[in-house]
């Protein structure tokens, strides 16, 4: 999916910016008037987060894309970006194994019998 787009630096109105070629606007169509940032990592590098509108069935998952946006932010920022491995796993899974959740549907928060 990944795929390479030439950009160019050109002077818009009173501001400068960049311009994307048709081609990327016709293989992803999504990004047709969406809004976005750009994040500096060092001098020379940069991150574009171009964000799609959004229809109804997606507004679900705008939680989970605005943590894991924030997440990744820190992660790039602190340098703290690690694979997450089986040992990981088993230690959590080894914390929550006698964890019992309550019935949901109970008012007194106490599990039915």
């Known amino acids: 999916m990944s795929h390479s787009y030439s950009i160019r630096s050109t002077k818009i109105c009173n501001s400068a910016g960049f311009r994307l070629p048709a081609e990327f606007y ?29 229809d109804d069935d997606a507004e ?15 992660a790039l920022k602190n340098n703290t970006l690690q694979p997450y491995t089986i040992e990981m796993s088993e230690a959590a899974r080894k914390l929550i194994a006698d964890v019992e959740l309550a019935d949901e549907s109970s008012e007194d928060g106490h599990r039915s019998p």
Request: proline share 7%; glycine share 2%.
């Open 26 to 54: 016709q293989e992803h169509p999504q990004f047709a008037n969406a809004d976005g940032w750009i994040e500096v990592l060092s001098p020379d590098t940069a991150i574009l987060r171009i964000v799609p509108q959004l």
């Open 60 to 74: 679900d998952s705008v939680l989970m894309r605005l943590f894991l946006d924030f997440a990744m932010t820190e």
